[in-house]
């Protein structure tokens, strides 16, 4: 009996434990030294050991190009391409993929060449060369569908329908993603590509804000997993699944996910890892775990050598805004073509921006992400640049704030975005408050307070509570004497104050004597001056 039979069943059970430990018993023994070796590197990916997985598809390769057998060692170098990436070595990766060329040469009418042009249409999108990844991968599909391999077909799919969508054609591009998960669902595809199309989905979804669609792969998904004895849901995907459960304020659950793709990812694939780590970093934040977040966030930063743009908020939370206006920058100098990527750091920009006072960057910052949203119709996108429309009007003083960030309300209510649904009621009732819109601000404030206690966002809530609790005035003084204080400071005389109050001149008096009785002052020039020390004037 062939040694490496019982490796072959276990890979097609999915169990890789067992497929490793036939494969590497067969040593020696298996009359094919390099299928065994390829055998061996599949059941090593599966089960995260990356290392052992190129040791043995690197010596798998030799064996087939000394043979001069062109399409396994393309396949191979393809398989060693994808590795090298995961392991975040692009200049090594690239070398294999001229490998995979040189190998295959003209050979075009199979699956290995498919997979190498695949490869070579996702670094031509990651280049922003749209043009060229679309042509690839057009081609791939074409190819699939006459080699009649459902595996190739969805991968060619998913690789399109990622390039469209950053084209611009959301339609046609989240058309080809259902058509390329439709594959997996139906069970017609291997675990890598199940995985691949499902990731490459659940992404799409997350950059789009595009929920929905998401929750119905999901499902859809999870049904197909308990019929197949294979996880649906590998380490590479999980950090899209925490992003989602953040989105719906399911914090606890976000960050376990994410905290499980970390370890699952540890050495594997590090730009996921850092991912999985930057979102443990911003769930953290919005809790108000300000430490907790620089842990993850510098984790995240040591795995993939820059700093991800959720520090940026953090800086900002921490008063540190020079700081975070550089991050934040620089990370959108690294996106110079993705819009997507960019519209996902322009609201972080306008925020930050506001707050340290240059209104001319908000303001380009709100007009660029609002034409990215208007093009893309993305409703969380269209959601963010209403809410950040908003920030910058109420920063202004414009008295359409109040309509524009209902109408960022409306949107991040229908998206059920519990967090930005209690920030944009925050920013409301701001605008209300400045509109005199009493009722309206007090409604507003109370409703992002329970929202914010609820899912445990601590300094989110603190922030609301201090909007709304009357500061304590200086030197004992009550508000009544604060409002007769701050009008004598202005110059009004007894008379003036008395009529702007609805007072009595004689109450008035008295008032002002039990003013500078408890500041310690004997005249109206001394109340004034102490009245400006303590900006006691600037209090509405």
């Known amino acids: 009996m062939d ?10 059970r999915h169990d890789w434990q067992a497929a490793y430990d036939a494969a590497a018993g067969a040593q020696g023994e298996a009359a094919d030294e390099a299928a065994r070796l390829a ?3 599949d059941a090593a990916w599966w089960l995260g050991y990356l290392d052992d997985c190129i040791d043995a598809r690197e010596r798998a390769y030799a064996i087939y190009a000394e043979n001069d057998d062109r399409r396994a060692a393309g396949r191979c170098a393809v398989w060693l391409y994808e590795h090298h990436c995961f392991k975040a070595r692009p200049a090594i990766a690239g070398a294999w993929l001229r490998r995979a060329a040189q190998a295959l040469g003209n050979d075009s009418e199979c699956a290995e060449h498919g997979a190498l042009r ?5 670094a031509a999108h990651g280049s922003g060369d749209l043009a060229r990844a679309a042509g690839l991968a057009r081609d791939v599909v074409e190819l699939g569908r006459r080699l009649r391999s459902p595996d190739v077909e969805a991968e060619a799919l998913q690789t399109l329908g990622r390039v469209l969508i950053d084209r611009g054609d959301l339609a046609e591009g989240l058309a080809h993603l259902d058509e390329a998960m439709l594959f997996a669902v139906e069970g017609r595809l291997g675990p890598y590509a199940t995985g691949k199309v499902y990731c490459s989905l659940i992404s799409a979804c997350e950059e789009l804000g595009d929920l929905r669609r998401a929750a119905e792969w999901t499902e859809a998904t999870g049904r197909w997993s308990q019929r197949h004895p294979m996880a649906v849901f590998p380490g590479l995907c999980r950090v899209h699944r925490a992003s989602a459960l953040r989105w719906r304020g399911e914090w606890a659950d976000a ?7 970390c370890d699952e990812l540890a050495g594997l694939h590090l730009p996921n890892a850092a991912a999985g780590f930057a979102e443990i970093g911003e769930i953290r934040r919005r809790l108000g775990d300000l430490a907790g977040a620089e842990a993850a966030f510098g984790k995240a930063e ?7 743009a959720g520090l940026a908020l953090l800086r900002l939370a921490q008063n540190k805004a ?5 991050i934040v920058r620089g990370a959108l100098d690294a996106e110079t073509w993705n819009r997507l990527a960019r519209a996902r750091l322009l609201a972080a920009a306008a925020q930050i921006a506001i707050v340290t006072g240059d209104t001319a960057a908000a303001g380009a910052a709100v007009d660029e992400l609002e034409a990215i949203a208007e093009d893309y119709d993305s409703p969380a996108l269209l959601a963010s640049a209403a809410m950040a429309r908003g920030r910058v009007q109420l920063a202004g003083g414009d008295d359409a704030a109040c309509a524009t960030l209902r109408a960022a309300l409306a949107r991040w209510q229908e998206l059920e975005a519990p967090h930005e649904v209690a920030t944009v009621r925050t920013l409301l009732g701001l605008a209300c408050r400045d509109a005199g819109d009493h009722d309206g601000a007090v409604a507003s404030f109370a409703a992002a307070e329970s ?3 609820r899912l445990g966002a601590t300094l989110d809530a603190r922030l609301v509570r201090d909007l709304t609790t009357p500061p304590r005035l200086p030197g004992g003084l009550t508000e009544r004497e604060a409002q007769v204080l701050r009008l004598a400071a202005a110059g009004g005389t007894n008379r003036e104050i008395a009529a702007d109050l609805h007072l009595s ?10 003013i500078f009785t408890k500041i310690g002052v004997s005249s109206r020039s001394g109340a004034t001056a102490y009245a400006f020390e303590h900006r006691i004037v600037e209090r509405t």
């Open 3 to 12: 040694p490496l039979a019982g490796a072959h069943d276990a890979l097609e």
């Open 39 to 41: 055998v061996l590197a």
């Open 118 to 122: 695949l490869r070579e249409a996702e």
């Open 255 to 261: 960050e376990r996910e994410a905290a499980l793709a």
């Open 302 to 308: 040591e795995l993939c050598g820059r700093p991800p």
């Open 322 to 326: 020079g700081a975070a206006t550089a």
């Open 451 to 453: 929202v914010f206690d």
């Open 505 to 514: 001149e004689k109450t008035v008096a008295r008032h002002l004597s039990n």
